[in-house]
């Protein structure tokens, strides 16, 4: 059974950091391009970042380049997204999503939105 589970999501500050984890299971990780998404009014679903199997190539949306890092431990089946200096908009349910390489880049993923499987969601607030 596949699974993905999302954690580290809380309310913090504006200027603060948080750490987000998704731990998966049930299929070949190293397989897989895997990629954070968050759910906003409006527009919907929108890729944040995702991150190749092998870990040498990332996609960032462009508000959060600079300030957002993806990175993945292949060996204990986790994705990470490091958030830093966090503001009010980047406020939304953050989810974790995965889609085999064979299938698609990581450019495609994170702007079609497009995955196999999703997490649950984690809940970012960002507010003072």
């Known amino acids: 059974q596949v699974q993905l589970v999302e954690s580290g999501g809380d309310l913090v500050q504006p200027g603060g950091s948080l750490r987000l984890s998704c731990a998966a299971s049930?299929?070949?990780?190293?397989?897989?391009?895997l990629g954070w998404f968050r759910q906003v009014p409006g527009p919907g679903r929108e890729g944040v970042s995702c991150?190749?199997?092998?870990?040498?190539?990332?996609y960032y949306l462009n508000s959060v380049k600079g300030r957002f890092t993806v990175s993945r431990d292949n060996a204990e089946n986790t994705v990470y997204l490091q958030m830093d200096s966090l503001k009010p908009e980047d406020t939304a349910v953050y989810y974790c999503?995965?889609?085999?390489?064979?299938?698609?880049?990581?450019?495609?993923?994170?702007?079609?939105?497009?995955?196999?499987?999703w997490g649950q969601g984690t809940q970012v607030t960002v507010s003072a």
């Open positions: 991150i190749s199997s092998n870990d040498e190539s990332t």
């Open positions: 999503a995965a889609i085999r390489k064979s299938i698609t880049t990581v450019e495609t993923m994170c702007y079609f939105a497009g995955a196999e499987y």
């Open positions: 049930g299929f070949t990780f190293d397989d897989y391009i």
